[in-house]
């Protein structure tokens, strides 16, 4: 079964940074858009950044200028740098391509940031 797999979360102060990395079998991510998603407590699910087959870029407003989404073909991997965190941001974060496939989704990592 086909399945993304997050890593880079953890326990960082305020102001910290962090590079999520997301891996998957295949060539999923050179072939499509890609996304990383994030579920904090109490919320949905939600998209904050996305980039295109050909490297277009999007971002929420909550994390623009702080966050950068970029990706790898040769290695079919999607990367977040964040930096400038802030307590809003803890979540769990996920990746998948965009839109979302069911089958994709993974386990996630926690991001916790401390104020």
């Known amino acids: 079964q086909v399945q993304s797999v997050e890593s880079g979360g953890g326990l960082v102060q305020a102001g910290g940074s962090l590079r999520l990395s997301c891996a998957a079998s295949?060539?999923?991510?050179?072939?499509?858009?890609a996304g990383w998603y994030r579920q904090a407590p109490g919320n949905q699910r939600e998209l904050i950044a996305s980039?295109?087959?050909?490297?277009?870029?999007n971002y929420v407003s909550s994390v623009k200028g702080r966050f950068t989404i970029s990706k790898d073909n040769a290695k079919n991997t999607v990367y977040l740098q964040m930096n400038s965190l802030k307590p809003e941001d803890t979540a769990v974060y996920y990746c998948?391509?965009?839109?979302?496939?069911?089958?994709?989704w993974g386990q996630g990592t926690q991001v916790t940031v401390s104020s």
């Open positions: 295949g060539s999923i991510f050179s072939g499509n858009a």
């Open positions: 998948n391509v965009y839109p979302p496939w069911t089958q994709l």
């Open positions: 980039i295109s087959s050909d490297g277009r870029t």
